[in-house]
């Protein structure tokens, strides 16, 4: 996801994408752990989405 993207959701939908982001980065990693994924790079990219959402809220909270 974006940087662009993110900035224009709302703070709730903000807060429901990054439990939905860490879920799917956790259900990556179990698959990872039982056999290799296809795309290992798919870690990256959603590690990296959770830490972009994390910080787009820290940023409005300190608003």
Known sequence: MKQSEIKELS????????SETKKAYVDL???HAISPLEN?????SVRRSVARLAT????RDVQ
Request: proline residues 5%.
């Open 29 to 31: 990693k179990m698959t």
């Open 56 to 59: 787009e809220l820290t940023k």
């Open 40 to 44: 290992p790079i798919q870690l990256r």
């Open 11 to 18: 703070t709730a939908e903000l807060q429901e994408k990054l």
